[in-house]
T-cell receptor
Framework: IAGITQAPTSQILAAGRRMTLRCTQD?????MYWYRQDLGLGLRLIHY???????GKGEVPDGYSVSRANTDDFPLTLASAVPSQTSVYFC???????????FGQGTRLTVV | GQNIDQPTEMTATEGAIVQINCTYQ??????LFWYQQHAGEAPTFLSY??LDGLEEKGRFSSFLSRSKGYSYLLLKELQMKDSASYLC??????????WGAGTKLIIKP
């Protein structure tokens, strides 16, 4: 793989179910991010990690959790999905906090 | 609060020039980014401005005025493939990116 990869590409999920969105990068970037993108709104930061072993809350963290056990992986977990979490989720990474971010191809999640 | 404003939609003609404006109010400033996003795809990086002035990169240029909280993206010699959304983002004092909602650019033949 080259760059940043997300899985799955799309998913339909029953409300109340637990779901983990996977994100892996092979660029050895220190910083990683999870965003959600909804129609008419800008990308909104859910959680971020400036380096392996650390995480932080973004603008809309409620209902989501993350972990950063190593440099490459940054999974996002929905503990108990609700319909308002229907969105397109993008994982991104950057070499440092002040450089451009590279995005994965996105995960389209529908909670019914 | 923090705010990034850009027009929702613009239309231009193939071969012409278009300017997409972005105004921002953020807690601190550590650079402004422009990204391109085709429908159903991920955003891709276009340009970065941290100092006032114009940055040129081929058919695309980006301008920044920090005192006015203003930037624009200029696209020249428009091609049909330039039909996309253009996202403005500012890195704030915590080095987090604050995103505008994006400008959908429609190119007509």
């Amino acid at each position: 793989i080259a760059g940043i990869t997300q899985a799955p590409t799309s998913q339909i999920l029953a409300a109340g179910r637990r779901m983990t969105l996977r994100c892996t990068q092979d660029m050895r970037h220190n910083a990683m991010y999870w965003y959600r993108q909804d129609l008419g709104l800008g990308l909104r930061l859910i959680h971020y990690s400036n380096t392996a072993g650390t995480t932080g809350k973004g603008e809309v963290p409620d209902g989501y959790s993350v972990s950063r056990a190593n440099t490459d992986d940054f999974p996002l977990t929905l503990a108990s999905a609700v319909p308002s979490q229907t969105s397109v989720y993008f994982c991104a990474s950057s070499d440092r906090a002040n450089t451009e971010a590279f995005f994965g191809q996105g995960t389209r999640l529908t909670v019914v | 609060g923090q705010n990034i404003d850009q027009p929702t939609e613009m239309t231009a003609t193939e071969g012409a020039i278009v300017q997409i404006n972005c105004t921002y109010q953020t807690s601190g400033f550590n650079g402004l980014f422009w990204y391109q996003q085709h429908a159903g795809e991920a955003p891709t990086f276009l340009s970065y401005n941290v100092l006032d002035g114009l940055e040129e990169k081929g058919r695309f240029s980006s301008f920044l005025s920090r005192s006015k909280g203003y930037s624009y993206l200029l696209l020249k010699e428009l091609q049909m493939k330039d039909s996309a959304s253009y996202l403005c983002a500012v890195r704030d004092s915590n080095y987090q990116l604050i995103w505008g909602a994006g400008t959908k650019l429609i190119i007509k033949p």
